[in-house]
């Protein structure tokens, strides 16, 4: 049985080791998608986003009615996965903390010089997607980072694209961490909202400073999540509706 934190880059380990090893070797199809979930103990969705990743990284093609079958592996695509199946682990994410305000303060002021109205409309649909989310069951991190691939698809820049969707699995296991952190995801779509609104401007300097404001922000709710969570369990979950409205009647 496969530990409860990080998941699906659990899975991606165990896949990668039988590559690595010669347990499964290029042409030969991986076991399917439910003898992975029963064999390991996780869900069908942590098995299908290990599968998604190690297809981007193309030690993988998924095939319709054939399955899962191994490549032969380049050195690349080795070193990039065992990159992705370690860096999602909490001990890893301060690095990507950092990176990421290296990252996307950048990519937010060239949105903002280059972002048409098809980049805002992609903005908008994820923020309004972030908003549902709130208001129903409070599993945001998904449309979060569809907001920050869209800023990255504003750009026009294809590596600044492939950059963040290389980052993007062991990011989806922050933000689903800090999400579940009392107002952050919330906190998030504010941010979010000005981060747009600069965009939208044209103006790379206000982009710049909302977006480095946005990181200051995560950076703080990371620190919570970490001080709720620092064995990496999914010991703390998102808040209810009912709870938020709860927690908001106190607050104020």
Same mark, same amino acid.
């Given at each position: ?40 103990? %996780? ?57 990421? %305000?290296?990252?996307? %303060? ?147």
């Amino acid at each position: 049985m496969i530990k409860r934190q990080t998941l699906t880059s659990q899975v991606i380990e165990n896949i990668l080791g039988r590559i690595k090893s010669g347990a499964i070797k290029p042409g030969e199809r991986l076991p399917t998608e439910k003898q992975l979930t029963e064999s390991l103990g %996780v869900s069908r969705t942590c098995v299908r986003e290990a599968m998604k990743s190690l297809e981007s990284l193309r030690l993988i093609s998924v095939r319709p009615k054939v399955g899962a079958v191994v490549l032969e592996p380049s050195p690349t695509a080795l070193i990039s996965a065992e990159h992705l199946s370690t860096a999602a682990h909490l001990e890893q994410q301060d690095v990507l903390m950092e990176f990421r %305000v290296i990252l996307e %303060v950048g990519l937010a002021s060239l949105a903002a010089q280059k972002a048409t109205e098809e980049d805002l409309a992609m903005m908008r649909e994820a923020m309004q997607a972030h908003k549902r989310a709130l208001e129903s069951d409070g599993i945001a991190h998904h449309a979060d980072i569809a907001f920050h691939k869209a800023i990255a698809q504003a750009t026009k820049n294809p590596i600044a694209v492939m950059v963040l969707e290389m980052i993007s699995e062991p990011l989806s296991e922050q933000r689903r961490l800090m999400n579940a952190v009392p107002n952050a995801a919330r906190d998030g779509l504010r941010d979010h909202g000005r981060i747009y609104k600069a965009i939208r401007d044209n103006n790379p300097e206000k982009a710049r400073a909302v977006m480095r404001a946005h990181m200051k922000t995560a950076e703080r709710y990371w620190r919570l999540a970490q001080a709720a969570n620092p064995a990496g369990k999914m010991a703390i979950r998102p808040q209810l509706p009912s709870e938020r409205q709860q927690s908001s009647k106190r607050n104020n």
